[in-house]
Nanobody, 114 residues
């Protein structure tokens, strides 16, 4: 069983920065990368950024140039640096493998005040 523990969320003013992290542990079978997802109140969970283990990254258009995803293989941690935050970034943030097939963690809440 895989365990995902997200941390680092909080309340920040618009234009500010936050870094969220996710510790991955447990019996992970072969996977090819990790991703961050988010779910805003009343909305479906959506992918935000992904990093493949070949080093390639992909971002949804609305966060390009503002968010940076990174994977620390030694620490089994995937992080998301979020800069120039906007109110529309307010959501619960989750990590998972690229297809979202692992059990979801509790997420970490990010609130951006305008």
């Amino acid at each position: 069983q895989v365990q995902l523990v997200e941390s680092g969320g909080g309340l920040v003013q618009a234009g500010g920065s936050l870094r969220v992290s996710c510790a991955v542990s447990g019996r992970t079978s072969s996977f090819h990368g990790l991703a961050w997802y988010r779910q805003a109140p009343g909305r479906q969970r959506e992918p935000v950024a992904r990093v493949a283990f070949d080093g390639s990254t992909l971002y949804r258009d609305s966060v390009k140039g503002r968010f940076t995803i990174s994977w620390d293989n030694a620490k089994n941690t995937v992080s998301l640096q979020m800069n120039s935050l906007k109110s529309e970034d307010t959501a619960d943030y989750y990590c998972n493998e690229l297809n979202g097939s692992w059990p979801w963690g509790q997420g970490t809440q990010v609130t951006v005040s305008s």
